[in-house]
């Protein structure tokens, strides 16, 4: 079976993980903070706080910028779950706007439209690791004067053309920007998250609600040579990622210019392959953009029934997704409001399939990959045909 992604993970972070277990320290504490140092290091942000996973990096996120009751974020249904819970957790309203059929992200020209004067903040998806139109947006936000929170779960080794200079996703462009460190993910630590920003401000919250809203971290308070008791100002929550998982993630960092650069090589060897076979169209990378290539995603000819497709996929062997799911349309967001038009979101999740991409993967497997895609269009339209 050929899986649809595949973490690598080696004896550097099994080491590392040895090592953060023997020293006694296994919750957050001294690895974390490094992991974070070195995270926004490589990012370039000012600050970066690591948290247990992305769906609670961006619950923060929103607390900070204002997020409470009654208010609405204009967002995208096209995404994980995860986004619209995140608001919901605040007592406020996702209102989904439709996405760019190129990029699977965004449209900016959409969330004007979709503005009222409840809107409190904007929250963008870098989906599969594609930077949004981050200019168009922010050019939205500007003149709506609410809050830009970049959803860069995917995102991590992403660069994007931004001001006349290529930077890496995790530098702010807009407030904060959030990440996942799923198994799914360019970079794992099993679970956990991280969010950047630059405000000073923002970052102390992040670090005082994480932790229960405690005055006092644990490492203060284990390196002090003074007795210290801590104080609880505000309700917090445990939003915690752990040391071994910290270390792992700080082995995960050095082999990340290696991934990025494998991963983008076999993306361009689907684009080559794929650009000629009839009823498949690879996915546009604008040239602003410098995708990580978190997934692969086609779109497939509208006379292909995306389930056969798939299905004689893994009838070969080979394991694939749909398109990106739609929140509006699960049951546990049935409830929201959907004034606007979705229907490329909706054309999306339907006609798009994402096909294998990992670093370990072999030319040889991509290859079968691909072969196994143009059996599978044939299949597929003999079945219709009869």
């Not at 972070?13 to 974390?32: D, N």
């Not at 409470?68 to 989904?96: K, L, W, Y």
């Not at 080559?272 to 498949?280: D, I, K, P, S």
């Not at 991409?357 to 299949?379: C, F, G, R, W």
């Amino acid at each position: 079976m050929i899986p649809i992604a595949k973490p690598l993970l080696g004896e550097e972070e099994a080491e590392a993980a040895r090592e953060a277990v023997l020293s006694g320290w296994v919750s957050q504490g001294p690895q974390v903070a490094a992991f974070e140092a070195d995270f926004a290091a490589i990012v370039g942000a000012r600050h970066a706080c690591a948290v247990s996973n992305c769906t609670t990096a961006l619950h923060l996120a929103l607390l900070a910028v204002g997020v409470g009751p009654g208010d609405e974020v204009i967002t995208v249904s096209h995404s994980f779950i995860a986004g619209a819970n995140s608001i919901r957790q605040c007592g406020a309203v996702p209102v989904f706007v439709d996405i760019d059929a190129d990029t699977f992200n965004i449209d900016p020209k959409a969330i004007a439209d979709a503005a009222t004067d409840r809107t409190r903040a904007i929250m963008v998806v870098h989906q599969m690791g594609m930077p949004c139109d981050m200019a168009a947006v922010l050019n939205v936000a500007r003149d709506l004067g609410v809050p830009v929170i970049e959803d860069a779960a995917c995102g991590i080794g992403s660069e994007i053309l931004f001001d006349g200079a290529w930077r890496k996703i995790g530098r702010p462009m807009g407030d904060i920007v959030c990440f996942s460190f799923h198994p799914r993910k360019v970079l794992t630590t099993g679970e956990g998250g991280m969010l950047t920003t630059e405000s000073d401000a923002y970052d102390a919250n992040f670090r005082l609600w994480r932790q229960h809203g405690m005055s006092v971290s644990d490492r203060a308070r284990h390196s002090s040579a003074t007795v210290i008791f801590e104080d609880y100002p505000v309700r917090g929550y445990n939003y915690r990622m752990t040391d071994i998982q910290a270390a792992v993630g700080r082995q995960q960092l050095r082999r990340l210019s290696h991934v990025i650069a494998r991963r983008r090589a076999l993306a361009e060897r689907y684009r080559a392959a794929l650009r000629g076979m009839n009823g498949v169209t690879p996915p546009h990378e604008p040239d602003w953009a410098r995708s990580n290539w978190q997934s692969y995603c086609v779109w497939l000819a509208e006379d292909l029934d995306q389930v056969s497709v798939m299905q004689a996929m893994l009838n070969a062997g080979i394991a694939t997704r749909r398109g990106i799911m739609n929140m509006h349309q699960e049951e546990a967001q049935a409830d929201v409001p959907r004034p606007h038009a979705l229907t490329r979101s909706e054309a999306a999740r339907d006609h798009c399939v994402l096909l294998p991409l990992y670093v370990q993967m072999t030319n040889a497997e991509q290859d079968e990959v691909i072969s196994a895609l143009d059996a599978a269009i044939q299949t597929s339209r003999v079945r219709r045909a009869g």
